[in-house]
């Protein structure tokens, strides 16, 4: 399947050995290659500078998780209505709560999730931070520090909403669509 993208999709064979790899980790681990690695790796440079920063960002500490991390994704994504990272994070964020329902609350809208004040204060923030960066100010980092969130965990909220709100804009510039493996990945059976 064609990644959507308006550029053509990066040629695996024709990638380095290290892109090759982490294609086939993907495919190993998901069953199928993410469309934003095909479409993002035509430029394969900047592909890998973008997949190793997000590796670093996205990994989970002892005081903001992978549940955290893919809430910053997709409150972020929703606001800018990036499907594919709407689709793709949804799924992640499923899998990290192993709750489906409360995941997809959060996706479409965190307001009616079952949250801690802790991340909703994270919530909030992102929210604001997405939609109106230039209002930013210190009573907002204020907030999130009442609400139990230490300077690295900040700064981590910092960075994983700007990574998210740079990749929206790629994907959704570039007419990347999700992978439909996505869809059903980390759901339950379906209600009879």
Same mark, same amino acid.
């Given at each position: 399947m064609s990644s959507g993208s308006y550029f053509p999709d990066a040629e695996v064979d024709e990638l380095s050995p290290q892109l090759q790899k982490l294609f086939g980790k993907a495919s190993e681990q998901l069953g199928f290659v993410p469309n934003v690695f095909t479409a993002y790796a035509h430029r394969p440079e900047r592909f890998s500078a973008w997949f190793n920063h997000f590796r670093l960002v996205t990994e989970p500490s002892e005081t903001l998780s992978g549940a955290d991390r893919e809430m910053i994704a997709v409150v972020a994504s929703g606001i800018n209505r990036c499907t594919y990272c709407l689709v793709s994070h949804g799924q992640a964020l499923r899998h990290e709560l192993h709750d489906e329902a409360n995941a997809d609350r959060i996706t479409f809208n965190w307001r009616h999730a079952d949250? *801690? =004040? @802790?991340? @909703?204060?994270?919530? $909030? !923030?992102?929210e604001k931070l997405t939609s109106t960066p230039a209002t930013v100010e210190r009573s907002d980092v204020d907030a999130l520090e009442a609400a139990g969130?230490?300077? =690295? =965990?900040?700064? =981590?909220?910092?960075?994983? #909403?700007?990574?998210?709100? !740079? #990749?929206? @804009?790629? *994907? *959704?510039?570039?007419?990347? $669509?999700?992978n439909a493996e996505y869809h059903s990945l980390d759901r339950g059976p379906a209600a009879g």
């Open positions: 949250l *801690s =004040d @802790r991340q @909703r204060a994270i919530c $909030v !923030f992102v969130l230490g300077p =690295d =965990d900040i700064w =981590d909220v910092v960075e994983l #909403t700007a990574m998210y709100n !740079f #990749t929206n @804009r790629i *994907s *959704s510039a570039l007419g990347i $669509v999700p």
